[in-house]
T-cell receptor, first 111, second 115 residues
Framework: DAKTTQPPSMDCAEGRAANLPCNHS???????VYWYRQIHSQGPQYIIH???NNETNEMASLIITEDRKSSTLILPHATLRDTAVYYC????????????FGAGTRLTVKP | KAGVTQTPRYLIKTRGQQVTLSCSPI?????VSWYQQTPGQGLQFLFE???????NKGNFPGRFSGRQFSNSRSEMNVSTLELGDSALYLC??????????????FGPGTRLTVL
């Protein structure tokens, strides 16, 4: 019952920006957009989250459309170590410990 | 600051047995959530504990249970193991889970194989 839609897979050239889209057309006003990634057989790693403003940290940027129905995670200079499954999740601020993960996007960074 | 730790990392059991998995959250975190990850179903929420009380529960049978101790460490138990319980069990912790800036941090997981 994930509330997001992501492409199953994407490729990106090493050193280029990776832009990962996510649709969340039924997002509610109190729900945040979270991004995690999971490298094979490890626990998911938190990347970034936001409500309606664009956000940036040392790992990535998050661009949320004005209507909040979609967002894009940007890895500015992808490296081979960024190869992973990326999950986009919407979760209310009052209950963000019950995260509903979808299938995610498998990003492959190629040399 | 040390991350979320889970023990054991790997476990092999047979059908009908029970198993207990342990999770130590990040120091200062009071909320612990458990997830099951399988190739077929993906990552699914099991339950969340906060201040020794189960605060939220996913759609899993009663064979799956958990508890949290006063130091926030948590255990989950699976009784009468079935082949379908083979999975990666992940634990995640956060400070309190009720603030917009709160974030869950995951441990490395316990890989359970049921034979």
């Amino acid at each position: 019952d994930a509330k997001t839609t992501q492409p199953p897979s994407m490729d990106c050239a090493e050193g280029r920006a990776a832009n990962l889209p996510c649709n969340h057309s039924t997002i509610s006003g109190n729900e945040y957009v979270y991004w995690y990634r999971q490298i094979h057989s490890q626990g998911p790693q938190y990347i970034i989250h936001g409500l309606k403003n664009n956000e940036t940290n040392e790992m990535a940027s998050l661009i949320i459309t004005e209507d909040r129905k979609s967002s894009t995670l940007i890895l500015p200079h992808a490296t081979l170590r960024d190869t992973a499954v990326y999950y986009c999740i919407v979760s209310p601020s009052y209950n963000n410990n019950d995260m509903r993960f979808g299938a995610g996007t498998r990003l492959t960074v190629k040399p | 600051k040390a991350g979320v730790t889970q023990t054991p990392r790997y476990l092999i059991k047979t059908r009908g047995q029970q198993v207990t998995l342990s999770c130590s959250p990040i120091s200062g975190h009071r909320s612990v959530s458990w997830y099951q990850q399988t190739p077929g179903q993906g990552l699914q929420f099991l339950f969340e504990y906060f201040s020794e009380t189960q605060r939220n529960k996913g759609n899993f049978p009663g064979r799956f249970s958990g508890r949290q101790f006063s130091n926030s460490r948590s255990e989950m138990n699976v009784s009468t193991l079935e082949l379908g319980d083979s999975a990666l069990y992940l634990c995640a912790s956060s400070w309190a889970g009720s603030r917009s800036t709160d974030t869950q941090y995951f441990g490395p997981g316990t890989r359970l194989t049921v034979l």
